[in-house]
C-alpha cells in the first residue's frame, strides 16, 4: 500500500523536474542567443548560419539519436527546404520570410518521406551506403536543373521581404539572426514534447529492440517513416531560414560533406539529447571559425585533434558526459 501510495509522489516529483530542467534549457538558449547578439554584433551571419546548421543537427538526432537510424544523407532534407525557399522567392515571388519558411518546412517533410521510403528498405551498412546514394541523387538533380536552381552558380534573386512587414533584412544580419534565434526555440520546445510523448517513447523502443516493438503490435517502419517527416520539417526550416538569412542557395547545402560534418556535431554533442546536438553544433563551427582564421594552413588537424579527443575521454559526447557527471556528483551527495 506504501508502495502505491508512492509511486504518484515519484512521478510528480519526476514530471517537475522535467519540466523544470526544459525551462531551464529554453532559457540558457535565450541567454545565450541575446549574449551573442550583443557579444558579436559584427559576427551574427555566422551566428544565424550556426542556427540554420543546429536545425539540421536536430533533425539528425531525431532518426539517430533517438530511434537508431545510421544516415549521411541527412543534408538533402536541408537542401530540399533551401532550394524550395529560394525558388519560391525567386520564380515565384512569394517572398514574405514567414511563408518562406513554411515552404521550406513542406519541402524538408517531402524529403524526408522520400528518403526514409529508400533509407529504411536496408539494415546497418547497407542503409549507410543508400543514404549516401540518396544525397548524391539530390545534389544531381539540383545540378541539372540548372533553370530552376541556377545549377552550380547557385539561386540568386532571393530578397525576402520585411519580417512582420516592420523588421528588413540588413546588411547585418541582426533581423535574420534573431528570427532563426525565435524560430530554434520554437522547435526544440515542440521537440521536447515531441521526444517525451508516446511516440517519442516508441522511437526510443524501435532504438533498442525493434523486435519486442513489433510484438507489441507497433508498426516498426511507421514509426520510422513518421519520424523522417518530422524530421524533414526540422531540417527544412534550418534550409529555409539560411536561403533567407544569405539571400542564396547553393550547391553546398546538398553536399555530402555536409551531411558528414552534421554528423560529427551531433557525436560531438551527444546522440539521444536536444541539447547534446545544440552544444556540438556551436562547439564545431565556433573551433572550426576561430582556429581557421588564427591558423588557416593547419585548422583541420585542430579540429581532427579535437574530435579525437572527444571520442576518447568523452565518448558520450561533450554535453552526455557532463550530463552524466553532474548526475554522478548529484546522487553521491543525496
Known sequence: MAVTMHDPMTADKTRRRTITGSLIGIAAIIIVGVIGYFLF??????????????????????????????????????????????????????????????????AGALAGLVSGLIILRAHGLPQLVLSIAVIHLFHEAANKAS????????????????????????????????????????????????????????????????????????????????????????????????AISTQVVGLDSLSFTLSAEALVMLVLGGTGSLYGALVGTVTFLWFEDVV?????FHWLTMVGALLIAVVLFAPKGLYGTAAHLLGRIGGERR
Not at 543534408?75 to 517572398?95: E, N, Q, R
Not at 539572426?177 to 511516440?199: A, E, K, W
Not at 524530421?231 to 534550418?238: E, K, L
Not at 581557421?292 to 588557416?296: F, G, L, Q
Open 41 to 106: 554584433p559584427n559576427n551574427l551571419a555566422l551566428l544565424t548560419r550556426i542556427i540554420a546548421i543546429a536545425l539540421l543537427v536536430l533533425s539528425i538526432d531525431l532518426v539517430t539519436g533517438y530511434c537508431g537510424v545510421a544516415t549521411l544523407g541527412h543534408a538533402a532534407l536541408f537542401g530540399a527546404g533551401a532550394y524550395a525557399a529560394g525558388i519560391a522567392a525567386a520564380h515565384y515571388g512569394i517572398t514574405d520570410p514567414v511563408l518562406m519558411t513554411l515552404i521550406g518546412a513542406l
Open 147 to 242: 533553370s530552376w536552381t541556377g545549377g552550380s552558380d547557385g539561386l540568386s534573386g532571393i530578397a525576402p521581404d520585411a519580417l512582420l512587414g516592420l523588421f528588413e533584412f540588413d546588411l547585418w544580419g541582426r533581423t535574420a539572426y534573431v528570427y532563426g534565434l525565435f524560430l530554434l526555440v520554437v522547435v526544440v520546445i515542440l521537440l521536447q514534447v515531441l521526444v517525451r510523448s508516446p511516440f517519442g517513447m516508441l522511437a526510443r523502443g524501435v532504438r533498442e529492440d525493434p523486435l519486442r516493438i513489433s510484438a507489441m503490435g507497433a508498426s516498426v517502419k511507421s514509426v520510422l517513416i513518421r519520424m523522417y517527416v518530422i524530421s524533414g520539417v526540422v531540417a527544412g526550416i534550418g534550409g529555409a531560414l539560411n
Open 292 to 296: 581557421s582564421a588564427a591558423n588557416p
